[in-house]
């Protein structure tokens, strides 16, 4: 006897809460350096090589719009060595996300969504003065036909933020 299989297929949900209303007047997504945030963790387990993923996504969607993107080294995380590397390199913007919280779930069985949420903030190199602040909020679909990681949960996130701070903005 057949047995019907049902495939299951649930989208995720992605937000993201500005605290700062709008893109600043004459904003334009040109010379960028990205910081590499600390891995995320969840209940003391570490989930090694999500701060470098959340940085080399950050720094492939803000190439769609900036002329010039680099990543910070991964070491450099105090923000007043940031911020010379970003003059260092003739950043305009230092862009510095924070994993706070890496939930990988990893079965499409587990029916609990994976989950990443990352502060993300903008600062302009020149000034030294926070520009943006988001918290960048992405929970997996849950369903066998779905990516079901913390990982694809944060690449809509990110894509959605870079688009919306960027798109308007231009590139040089």
């Not at 994976?114 to 918290?135: G, L, Y």
């Not at 694809?152 to 903005?169: E, K, P, Q, W, Y």
Request: aromatic share 6%; hydrophobic share 40%.
């Amino acid at each position: 006897m057949a047995v019907p299989l049902l495939l299951v297929a649930c989208a995720g949900t992605y937000r993201a809460t500005d605290t700062v209303a709008s893109v600043p007047e004459g904003f334009r997504c040109d010379s960028i350096l990205i910081a590499v945030p600390r891995d995320g963790s969840l209940d003391g387990k570490p989930y090694e090589g999500s701060g470098h993923f959340v940085a080399h996504r950050a720094a492939e969607e803000f190439s769609k719009y900036a002329g010039k993107v680099e990543i910070a080294p991964a070491d450099l995380r105090e923000h007043s060595g940031l911020l010379a590397a970003a003059r260092g390199s003739s950043a305009h913007y230092l862009v510095v996300p924070e994993i706070a919280h890496w939930e990988q779930r990893y079965s499409a069985f587990d029916h609990r969504p994976s989950q990443a949420v990352i502060n993300m903030s903008v600062v302009e190199v020149d000034s030294d003065r926070e520009i943006v602040s988001t918290v960048l909020d992405g929970t997996s679909g849950t369903g066998m036909l779905v990516e079901t990681s913390a990982a694809a949960a944060s690449t809509r996130v990110i894509h959605d933020f870079v688009r919306d701070l960027c798109g308007g903005a231009g590139a040089s």
